[in-house]
Nanobody
Framework: QVQLQESGPGLVKPRQTLSLTCTVS??????????WSWIRQSPGKGLEWMGV???????YYAPHLKSRTSIARDTSKNQITLQLLSVAPEETAVYYC??????????????????WGQGTQVTISS
C-alpha cells in the first residue's frame, strides 16, 4: 500500500521560503512507477497544481510559479521536497503531495491521481 505523508512548518512569515517534505512508503520513488506532484488548496478556492517530479528527477512547474518553485527528491530517504521562495499571505493553503502512474501537468482532478497525502496546513503570516 502506497502512503504519502506531508510535513513542514505550519507557519511561515511573508517573503520567507516555504520548505515541505513528502515522505513516501510502500514504494521506492526511484522506480519508474509513479510521478510525484505538489498541489495546494487555499481557503475558499479550488485545487492548484504546482509542479511534478519524475522518478528520474525531471521536473515540470506551473508557469506562474516556475521562478519561485523547486521540487526535488531524496532517494535515500524516499522523500519528495518542495521549496517555494518569497511566499505571500495569499499562499496560505493546505499543501498536498500526490502520486500518479502517468505524467500529469496542470490537472487537479483527484481521480487522475493514484494516491494523495492527507495534506499539511501552511499559514503565511507575520
Amino acid at each position: 500500500q502506497v502512503q504519502l505523508q506531508e510535513s513542514g512548518p505550519g507557519l511561515v512569515k511573508p517573503r520567507q521560503t516555504l520548505s515541505l517534505t513528502c515522505t513516501v512508503s510502500g514504494v521506492s520513488i526511484a522506480t519508474g512507477l509513479y510521478y510525484w506532484s505538489w498541489i495546494r488548496q487555499s481557503p475558499g478556492k479550488g485545487l492548484e497544481w504546482m509542479g511534478v517530479i519524475s522518478y528520474s528527477g525531471s521536473t515540470y512547474y506551473a508557469p506562474h510559479l516556475k521562478s519561485r518553485t523547486s521540487i526535488a527528491r531524496d532517494t535515500s530517504k524516499n522523500q519528495i521536497t518542495l521549496q517555494l521562495l518569497s511566499v505571500a499571505p495569499e499562499e496560505t493553503a493546505v499543501y498536498y503531495c500526490a502520486a500518479s502512474r502517468g505524467l500529469i501537468l496542470e490537472e487537479t482532478t483527484r481521480d487522475l491521481y493514484d494516491y494523495w497525502g492527507q495534506g499539511t496546513q501552511v499559514t503565511i503570516s507575520s
